[in-house]
């Protein structure tokens, strides 16, 4: 074939790429410095918790060389199928389409020794030849580094934005900076960074434990002025869930409400950089004598902490309805509230800020609400679930 036919071929596929993408509200590269800090892990979760919420998710795994989507969906083996000269995607479930360079492999386990243009080859590919449709979401899991796959990304598709997954060590945290000046040379914004591997909270005490010292990730975002979307634990659920091809939505606690978390804030980041103004937050604490009640049900009042650009602009303290099963999440709901932060709280009224699209930090010490705020807005008031303890004065922490 002359230049000019593989010219014309080469635009003919870019037209495909751009027709797609047109069609793809929000595309988003995962991305690490280093190996191994569970960059897939959350890339694949993303795309899980997306879809749960709703939206039309598409999931792409670009990692040529270490494809591990594939086998933490539990779709090992799979085959992508071919009709109509489309790529048919793995429909996961609804909402969630997959494709893994792994389902073009005669053997799973068969390492893919590939160079530079065949790999551009290939990811062009998946985005031009594959019936993806039209998506709200596209999540792409690239390799670590900043080789040939994410640059084609970055070159490629128009309008992406990256998630930056690191672990607290330093020797990753070394490796993240080069991604954020990766970032910023092919002008791809940086949707958020995110802490992989941040700390162990014990399952047979629930207390939290720094193996690694933990924050590094938040303060290397901090310094780079990029948002940190939030840290999950170490948990040994998430590997037994990543072996049996589930997603961290399928654990209870914790992890799962971690995660969640991060998706909220990342949701939230989009909503920012739509509006182009910082969110506006209205945070919900319930009281008790000036300080938060671990009570939610029962407590005397809710302050009600409104925040902008990340100041507290206004607070009141508004006296709740009386307690009825889903009578206060509802009320705090109706109030405008963002956030809500509690000591514990019962699964019903959990399931009734979700929603209505509150997010909910649970394990909150007492304090007062401007104190807990500002540990909020800092990433320093950690979730330690929302688990509620049953006293045994018979109170408990209501709307169950
Ligand atoms: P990467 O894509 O960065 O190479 P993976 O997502 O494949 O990393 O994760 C590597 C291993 O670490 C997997 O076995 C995964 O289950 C495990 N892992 C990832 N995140 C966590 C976590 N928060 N807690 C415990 N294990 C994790």
Request: glycine residues 12%.
């Given at each position: 074939m002359g230049c000019n036919s593989q010219d014309q071929e080469f635009d003919k596929q870019s037209q495909k790429i751009n027709e797609f993408l047109q069609n793809v509200e929000h595309k988003i590269v995962v991305m690490s410095g280093?190996?191994?800090?569970?960059k897939s892990t959350v890339a694949t979760n993303l795309a899980v918790f997306l879809s749960n919420q709703g939206y039309k998710v598409g999931l792409l795994d670009v990692d040529v060389h270490g494809p591990s989507i594939a086998g933490l969906l539990g779709l090992t083996g799979l085959r992508l199928n071919i009709i109509d000269d489309l790529i048919q995607p793995y429909q996961y479930t609804d909402n969630l389409k997959v494709v893994s360079i792994?389902?073009?492999?005669?053997?799973?386990?068969d390492p893919l020794i590939w160079r530079g243009p065949v790999k551009i080859g290939i990811i062009r590919q998946f985005l031009a030849d594959v019936a993806w449709g039209p998506l709200d979401y596209l999540i792409i899991d690239s390799p670590p580094g900043t080789g040939d796959e994410p640059l084609t990304v970055a070159q490629t598709v128009t309008g992406c934005q990256a998630v930056i997954v690191t672990t607290p060590q330093e020797i990753a945290l070394a490796d993240v900076r080069k991604s954020i000046k990766f970032c910023q040379k092919v002008n791809m914004p940086i949707l958020g960074m995110i802490e992989n591997m941040s700390g162990f909270v014990c399952p047979d005490c629930g207390n939290r434990h720094e193996i690694f010292k933990s924050g590094g990730g938040e303060k290397t975002a901090v310094a780079g002025n990029i948002t940190f979307l939030g840290r999950l634990p170490i948990d040994p659920g998430v590997v037994a869930a990543g072996d049996a091809g589930r997603g961290i939505d399928s654990l209870i606690g914790h992890t799962k409400e971690a995660m969640q978390h991060i998706v909220d804030t990342m949701l939230n980041q989009f909503n920012k950089n739509q509006k182009g103004v910082d969110l506006k937050m209205k945070i919900a604490i319930p009281l008790a004598g000036g300080k938060l009640c671990a009570h939610f049900g029962h407590c005397e009042q809710f302050a009600i902490v409104t925040v902008n650009d990340g100041n507290i602009v206004a607070q009141e303290k508004l006296t709740p309805p009386?307690?009825?099963?889903?009578v206060i999440p509802n009320w705090v709901a109706d109030q405008g509230c963002t956030d809500i932060l509690v000591g514990g709280m019962g699964e019903a009224a959990q399931d009734i800020f979700r929603q209505r699209g509150v997010n909910v930090l649970g394990g909150?010490?007492?304090?007062t609400p401007e104190n807990l705020v500002a540990l909020y807005l800092r990433g320093?008031?950690?979730?330690?679930?929302?688990t509620c303890n049953h006293d045994h004065e018979g109170h408990d922490c209501g709307n169950h």
């Amino acid at each position: 074939m002359g230049c000019n036919s593989q010219d014309q071929e080469f635009d003919k596929q870019s037209q495909k790429i751009n027709e797609f993408l047109q069609n793809v509200e929000h595309k988003i590269v995962v991305m690490s410095g280093k190996g191994g800090v569970g960059k897939s892990t959350v890339a694949t979760n993303l795309a899980v918790f997306l879809s749960n919420q709703g939206y039309k998710v598409g999931l792409l795994d670009v990692d040529v060389h270490g494809p591990s989507i594939a086998g933490l969906l539990g779709l090992t083996g799979l085959r992508l199928n071919i009709i109509d000269d489309l790529i048919q995607p793995y429909q996961y479930t609804d909402n969630l389409k997959v494709v893994s360079i792994q389902g073009m492999l005669d053997q799973p386990d068969d390492p893919l020794i590939w160079r530079g243009p065949v790999k551009i080859g290939i990811i062009r590919q998946f985005l031009a030849d594959v019936a993806w449709g039209p998506l709200d979401y596209l999540i792409i899991d690239s390799p670590p580094g900043t080789g040939d796959e994410p640059l084609t990304v970055a070159q490629t598709v128009t309008g992406c934005q990256a998630v930056i997954v690191t672990t607290p060590q330093e020797i990753a945290l070394a490796d993240v900076r080069k991604s954020i000046k990766f970032c910023q040379k092919v002008n791809m914004p940086i949707l958020g960074m995110i802490e992989n591997m941040s700390g162990f909270v014990c399952p047979d005490c629930g207390n939290r434990h720094e193996i690694f010292k933990s924050g590094g990730g938040e303060k290397t975002a901090v310094a780079g002025n990029i948002t940190f979307l939030g840290r999950l634990p170490i948990d040994p659920g998430v590997v037994a869930a990543g072996d049996a091809g589930r997603g961290i939505d399928s654990l209870i606690g914790h992890t799962k409400e971690a995660m969640q978390h991060i998706v909220d804030t990342m949701l939230n980041q989009f909503n920012k950089n739509q509006k182009g103004v910082d969110l506006k937050m209205k945070i919900a604490i319930p009281l008790a004598g000036g300080k938060l009640c671990a009570h939610f049900g029962h407590c005397e009042q809710f302050a009600i902490v409104t925040v902008n650009d990340g100041n507290i602009v206004a607070q009141e303290k508004l006296t709740p309805p009386p307690h009825a099963p889903g009578v206060i999440p509802n009320w705090v709901a109706d109030q405008g509230c963002t956030d809500i932060l509690v000591g514990g709280m019962g699964e019903a009224a959990q399931d009734i800020f979700r929603q209505r699209g509150v997010n909910v930090l649970g394990g909150a010490p007492s304090d007062t609400p401007e104190n807990l705020v500002a540990l909020y807005l800092r990433g320093e008031l950690t979730d330690a679930g929302t688990t509620c303890n049953h006293d045994h004065e018979g109170h408990d922490c209501g709307n169950h």
